[in-house]
């Protein structure tokens, strides 16, 4: 399989040939040019690669940057779930990836893809292989399968006393809970500001992590959201105490999931509750209503809190591609 490299600040010039090859592979919001035009654009060092193998329609699609003197891996910003790779069914990644590290400059030894997800590209690692896999993070979603109920009263009976308890608390308190979904282009400038504000009242600003409309983390944000918004695939979803704002989730759709990208609350106004677990709550009960697609994703390493919410994780991993299987075989052993 023939592969040409390319300035990845060539992206745009290919974005109808990314997304081509998304529709007819993975058809996931995750690896849109929606998504990965502005991770480029706010994330990049301006050396990174794009790469395309195939002679006439592209058969794989990469973006990629040099690590070390020998080795290259999936540009890979912390702020996208997974590692930007797109493959037909009929190319496998031993195939790809040996043609790849021979069109790389230098003489790279192994290369990267990073982040990668078992219900997209089912792992393999023959043990005589050029192909290694590694254990990434567990991650969690929940199917939207039945009612809300059904899915309810198979949660532990601790959440659902305890989301009683903190609506009972409320309510003794004189609080009304209000949930906003935005979901348009015009909303999304004040949607990443509120969301900031809320980043900003905890942790994150101390660390210098939190998200800004004005940092890159925040242009980033704004921008996709907008870009989805423009296809309906975005869903800003707001928990109000009376008018207080206390928790948000950022999040994009396809026809398969509903990602959450990002969760904020604000540590000040809690009032004695989780603003989050409540938020999702309301949130799973609307989506289990509305259906817009078969599982809500976390795409996040599991936390006990996740295992609350579902039972359902898997594994996602990391693949390395070796020049030679002797230099898998070392570089193992070290």
Same mark, same amino acid.
């Given at each position: 399989m023939k592969w040409q490299l390319l300035p990845a600040s060539r992206f745009e010039d290919y974005r109808q040939s990314w997304q081509t090859l998304n529709d007819q592979t993975l058809r996931s919001a995750l690896m849109h040019p929606d998504l990965w035009g502005p991770a480029l654009e706010y994330f990049a060092t301006g050396q990174e690669r794009l790469a395309i193998a195939g002679d006439h329609e592209p058969q794989a699609m990469t973006l990629l940057r040099q690590t070390r003197q020998w080795t290259w891996e999936t540009f890979q910003p912390s702020q996208c779930p997974l590692g930007p790779w797109l493959a037909t069914p009929?190319?496998?990644?031993?195939?790809? &990836?040996?043609?790849? &590290?021979?069109? &790389?400059?230098?003489?790279?030894?192994?290369i990267g893809l990073t982040q990668?997800?078992?219900?997209?590209?089912p792992r393999s690692d023959a043990p005589h292989s050029p192909i290694h896999t &590694?254990?990434?993070?567990?991650?969690a979603r929940v199917p939207l399968s039945g009612t809300f109920e059904d899915y309810w009263e198979k949660r532990g009976k601790n959440l659902r006393a305890n989301m009683k308890k903190q609506r009972n608390q409320l309510a003794k308190a004189g609080k009304t809970l209000r949930m906003v979904c935005h979901r348009h282009s015009i909303d999304m400038d004040q949607a990443i500001r509120d969301f900031g504000q809320l980043e900003m009242s905890g942790w994150k600003n101390d660390q210098g992590t939190a998200v800004h409309a004005d940092n890159p983390q925040g242009k980033f944000y704004t921008r996709i959201m907008k870009n989805f918004s423009l296809r309906d695939k975005a869903r800003v979803y707001a928990l109000y105490y009376d008018d207080d704002l206390v928790a948000m989730d950022l999040c994009i759709l396809d026809d398969q999931a509903l990602i959450i990208l990002k969760t904020a609350y604000h540590e000040t106004l809690r009032e004695g509750t989780s603003p989050a677990f409540l938020l999702h709550q309301d949130m799973f009960t609307t989506?289990?209503?509305?259906?817009?697609?078969?599982?809500i994703e976390f795409y996040g390493r599991v936390l006990e809190w996740h295992t609350r919410w579902t039972d359902d994780v898997r594994t996602l991993y990391h693949l390395n591609g070796y020049r030679w299987p002797l230099a898998k075989k070392i570089l193992l052993r070290h």
């Amino acid at each position: 399989m023939k592969w040409q490299l390319l300035p990845a600040s060539r992206f745009e010039d290919y974005r109808q040939s990314w997304q081509t090859l998304n529709d007819q592979t993975l058809r996931s919001a995750l690896m849109h040019p929606d998504l990965w035009g502005p991770a480029l654009e706010y994330f990049a060092t301006g050396q990174e690669r794009l790469a395309i193998a195939g002679d006439h329609e592209p058969q794989a699609m990469t973006l990629l940057r040099q690590t070390r003197q020998w080795t290259w891996e999936t540009f890979q910003p912390s702020q996208c779930p997974l590692g930007p790779w797109l493959a037909t069914p009929q190319c496998p990644p031993q195939t790809l &990836l040996s043609g790849l &590290l021979r069109a &790389l400059p230098g003489y790279p030894i192994v290369i990267g893809l990073t982040q990668q997800d078992p219900d997209f590209y089912p792992r393999s690692d023959a043990p005589h292989s050029p192909i290694h896999t &590694l254990d990434y993070i567990q991650t969690a979603r929940v199917p939207l399968s039945g009612t809300f109920e059904d899915y309810w009263e198979k949660r532990g009976k601790n959440l659902r006393a305890n989301m009683k308890k903190q609506r009972n608390q409320l309510a003794k308190a004189g609080k009304t809970l209000r949930m906003v979904c935005h979901r348009h282009s015009i909303d999304m400038d004040q949607a990443i500001r509120d969301f900031g504000q809320l980043e900003m009242s905890g942790w994150k600003n101390d660390q210098g992590t939190a998200v800004h409309a004005d940092n890159p983390q925040g242009k980033f944000y704004t921008r996709i959201m907008k870009n989805f918004s423009l296809r309906d695939k975005a869903r800003v979803y707001a928990l109000y105490y009376d008018d207080d704002l206390v928790a948000m989730d950022l999040c994009i759709l396809d026809d398969q999931a509903l990602i959450i990208l990002k969760t904020a609350y604000h540590e000040t106004l809690r009032e004695g509750t989780s603003p989050a677990f409540l938020l999702h709550q309301d949130m799973f009960t609307t989506l289990f209503t509305e259906k817009p697609a078969n599982n809500i994703e976390f795409y996040g390493r599991v936390l006990e809190w996740h295992t609350r919410w579902t039972d359902d994780v898997r594994t996602l991993y990391h693949l390395n591609g070796y020049r030679w299987p002797l230099a898998k075989k070392i570089l193992l052993r070290h």
